[in-house]
């Protein structure tokens, strides 16, 4: 009999306490002259596990109003390389769901106190528009400073480059963390034959003292928890950064 017959396993689900996670997505923004937005799945698939862990999520974007999936990055699109993306096609049939994307509400309608978690996606949009937006960079700072978990995902993590705490202190400071890499960078910009983004994650984070911005090499699902940080390298990651967040939930 093969050694695999031999095997009997059996598992059961996690009960969960419900949770409040606001899942936060850039507005449309311009980037070397044509829209951007957020990155498909860096938003619906962990949009996908914390519900399904029986977790309520809430989607918002700095301004409020309608968001878009990046173009490259939508199922819809026509020869998209994401095109297998059902998670994200899903979303945009879903009645309810794809409503959520055609208004959202603004951060600042947001009180703190009624989440437990708060989720950035990543995409073209963030280094354009979350560099000056410190509405925003309050907002996570507010998270963190009140016990909360602060999870970040591709150029979403772009928020640890600016984001200050009371004391003045990045968010950054003395932590592990990781994001869209310079490789990365490279490899789309390739693709786009342009360089897209003048002012990267990783060569900004190479700057900041008393921080380790650490990293894997492209396009390999990489997650790092640091505490009530939990950031994600790119859209590959998303899974696996989610779980990390359901992990700090549980303990929370």
């Excluded at 698939?45 to 989607?59: C, E, K, M, T, Y």
């Excluded at 978690?117 to 925003?136: I, R, Y």
């Excluded at 700072?141 to 009140?146: K, S, V």
């Amino acid at each position: 009999m093969p050694a695999l017959d031999l095997i009997v396993q059996t598992r059961i689900g996690i009960k969960r306490k419900p949770r409040r996670i606001l899942s936060i997505v850039s507005n449309t923004a311009e980037l070397k002259g044509f829209p951007v937005g957020f990155f498909a799945e860096e938003m619906t698939r962990p949009f996908l596990i914390f519900s399904n862990a029986g977790h309520r999520v809430d989607l918002v974007s700095p301004n409020g109003g309608p968001v878009m999936f990046d173009t490259h990055s939508d199922p819809r699109t026509p020869g998209s390389a994401y095109a297998d993306d059902l998670i994200s096609l899903g979303f945009t049939h879903h009645p309810t769901f794809s409503a959520m994307l055609e208004d959202t509400p603004s951060i600042r309608d947001i009180d703190v106190d009624d989440y437990d978690a708060v989720w950035v996606a990543g995409g073209g949009g963030p280094l354009v528009s979350f560099k000056e937006d410190t509405t925003l960079h309050q907002l996570i700072a507010t998270f963190y400073e009140r016990g909360k978990i602060v999870a970040l995902i591709c150029h979403g993590s772009a928020l640890l480059l600016w984001t200050r705490l009371s004391d003045g202190r990045l968010l950054a400071h003395g932590k592990k963390w990781t994001g869209f890499t310079d490789e990365e960078e490279n490899e789309v910009n390739a693709a786009f034959g342009m360089t897209l983004n003048d002012d990267t994650i990783e060569s900004e984070a190479a700057k900041i003292p008393e921080t380790n911005f650490m990293c894997r090499e492209a396009n390999t699902p990489f997650a790092i928890r640091d505490g009530r940080l939990i950031t994600g390298q790119q859209q590959h990651s998303s899974a696996i950064t989610a779980e990390l967040v359901l992990e700090a939930l549980d303990e929370y």
